[in-house]
């Protein structure tokens, strides 16, 4: 229902606003929102039970409000994933990259400021932009989804925007950017730069991680996920890296005790068992690989991808493609730029029968 037809003082910036969300249906072959295919191990299912019972018995007290010993760990898991050496302090973890990304702009944006991205990418930054009531504002990217230098500084130039969100790997293109960029864009903008690495463990060898340049570009933050590589999606948990400065400010809008007792002991478990995740990340990588090959096969157009997804394209009618996908049991996202759809990495025996049912829709 249209809020504005509800008779609630609705702010008229959500009259007509629908909330955000990909399709949830119940079919075989679910490839529509980047999942992880495969789910925790036994063992880490184990250990994250006894955890959890553990911290079932101290439910009666709030949990740790700085979540300290979880953000030692994910300073850890971020120096042996790439080689930067953190402090905890310089760590901060929230539900959710989405909760970080708000917080973020809680911290540095909203009213009279803005926010720059370059489009087309993450659907979700001009909701927390409007949620926050900080401008949004984009300059495109090329035909190949990759930025411009030269594009990206004249739109620092000209909006002077006191947030630049750069999604690298970006969704949905599966687009990287170089450090080459950052550093360009870091020098070049007023406020802050945050480049948004939610899928950057699927990276193909080569690609660095912006996280390398923290020590010496101080409005810089990079933001993770355990969502993706770590199969984690439903336990909800996203963090950031800066210098200690820029989690402090962050930890100003933070609600209370917004990480459960609950959510930081998985998260602990799920790192500890980071070495086991990353051998099926390696599997993923190569499956990503050998699936934009055969995509191009077809002769179609896919953009090289540094994420666990493959955008393809370019269809006249991309809806009937999607829909014909369906029709046979396979869920993949109709997003982005007209004319493409994005399909996120399976397992072998999904990708198969996602292979065999694209194969039939488009009669090859």
């Known amino acids: 229902m249209d809020p504005s037809d509800t008779g609630l003082p609705v702010r008229a910036d959500l009259r007509g606003e629908k909330p955000y969300g990909a399709p949830q249906l119940d079919v075989p ?32 007290r709030y949990p740790d409000r700085e979540a300290l010993e979880l953000r030692a760990d994910l300073a850890g898991y971020l120096s042996a994933e790439s080689g930067v050496a953190l402090a905890a302090e310089q760590v901060w973890a929230a539900n959710g990259s989405n909760e970080i990304m708000m917080q973020i702009l809680q911290a540095f944006g909203g009213p009279g400021r803005s926010v720059l991205s370059f489009a087309p ?18 300059a495109d990217r090329r035909d190949d989804f990759t930025i411009d230098p030269d594009d990206a500084l004249a739109a620092v130039i000209e909006y002077r925007p006191h947030v ?13 950017v170089s450090l080459e ?12 730069v945050v480049v948004d690495e939610a899928y950057a463990e699927f990276r193909r060898d080569g690609t660095p991680s912006a996280l390398t340049l923290l020590d010496d570009h101080p409005r810089l933050i990079v933001s993770r996920t355990m969502s993706k590589a770590f199969a984690f999606a439903g336990a909800r948990l996203g963090y950031a890296a800066a210098g200690r400065d820029v989690i402090d400010v962050l930890r100003i809008v933070r609600l209370p005790y917004h990480l459960s007792a609950v959510t930081q002991a998985v998260a602990r478990v799920a790192i500890a068992h980071a070495g086991e995740l990353q051998e099926r990340v390696e599997q993923l990588r190569s499956i990503r690989d050998e699936l934009a090959a055969w995509l191009r ?16 394209g370019r269809f006249a009618d991309r809806h009937a493609v999607w829909q014909g996908l369906l029709d046979q049991g396979v869920l ?3 997003t982005g730029p007209d004319g493409w759809l994005r399909v996120s990495v399976g397992t072998p025996e999904e990708t198969e029968v996602f292979k065999q049912a694209l194969r039939k829709v488009l009669q090859k």
């Open 29 to 60: 072959v679910l490839l529509n929102v980047n999942e992880n295919p495969y789910p925790p191990s036994e063992a880490l299912a184990a250990d994250a039970a006894t955890a959890v019972a553990e911290a079932v018995l101290g439910l009666n």
């Open 121 to 138: 990418t993450y659907s979700m930054y001009p909701e927390y932009a409007r949620n926050t009531f900080t401008a949004w504002v984009t």
């Open 164 to 176: 630049v969100f750069i999604a690298s790997p970006n969704n949905p293109t599966g687009t990287a």
């Open 181 to 192: 960029l950052v550093r360009a864009l870091h020098d070049a903008a007023p406020g802050m």
């Open 297 to 312: 096969s077809l002769d179609l157009e896919v953009p090289e991808s540094d994420a666990n997804f493959v955008l393809f």
């Open 332 to 334: 993949i996202r109709e």
